[in-house]
């Protein structure tokens, strides 16, 4: 429960620190790298506590990661990009 929490408490403050002016248009835009779980429905058990997501699920794995940091350089699709790292970051975090 707190893993979840964690994913819409830490974009809502990188947004309020970094976009100040648009922090709850941003917090959202972040928060929805949540969508970045549908990839779970497709794993045998569909939640498994002791599994890491980071390697297994699809939208986890590193050549994901990797397009997620080349969508940095986009400005259209920067802030999704990071609410997508932000979410990876946080996966990885829970696997420790």
Wanted: proline letters at 5%.
């Amino acid at each position: 429960m707190i893993h979840i929490f964690l994913h819409v408490l830490v974009p809502a403050g990188i947004a309020y620190l970094f976009y100040r002016d648009n922090w709850l248009k941003v917090w959202a835009i972040m928060a929805g790298g949540i969508i970045l779980d549908v990839d779970h429905l497709f794993a045998v058990p569909m939640y498994d506590p002791g599994r890491c997501s980071i390697g297994f699920h699809f939208l986890h794995t590193y050549p994901a990661i990797a397009v997620y940091i080349i969508l940095l350089f986009i400005p259209k699709v920067r802030i999704i990009a990071w609410g997508f790292l932000i979410h990876m970051a946080l996966d990885y975090i829970a696997c420790l």
